[in-house]
């Protein structure tokens, strides 16, 4: 019965240090924008990592604005890569040969304006 009740103790404990650590103070939660940032970098050491964790699971206001964030920087990144991707031989081709069409199009109307004027 000692075990049962040092184990109740140690678990209302722990329940308490982890409501402590994962609660707001006054309401208002201390994580920013820029530690969501430096956990999405890779920045945080792993206890400031495991304690973000354990906040965004009790915080739905943080979880909601560190999944924005996270959104936001995912999409800012394919845009980056689709910009930055260097087209294929093929692709290159076929629009260099485009830009030639349009070119020829562009100075037969011009030769035929001038010679029906």
Request: with cysteine.
């Amino acid at each position: 019965m000692d075990k049962t009740k040092n184990g109740d103790s140690f678990e209302r404990m722990l329940f308490a240090t982890f409501a402590y650590e994962t609660t707001p103070i006054g309401d208002k939660c201390s994580y920013s924008a820029e530690t969501f940032i430096a956990s999405l970098a890779g920045e945080l050491n792993q206890a400031e990592e495991d304690r973000l964790s354990a906040h965004l699971l009790l915080c739905p206001t943080c979880a909601k604005e560190y999944t924005s964030i996270e959104r936001s920087l995912q999409e800012d990144e394919e845009r980056l890569f689709a910009r930055a991707r260097v087209p294929s031989l093929a692709e290159h081709t076929r629009q260099k040969q485009e830009v030639q069409r349009r070119w020829h199009v562009l100075t037969s109307l011009l030769q035929f304006r001038l010679y029906s004027c």
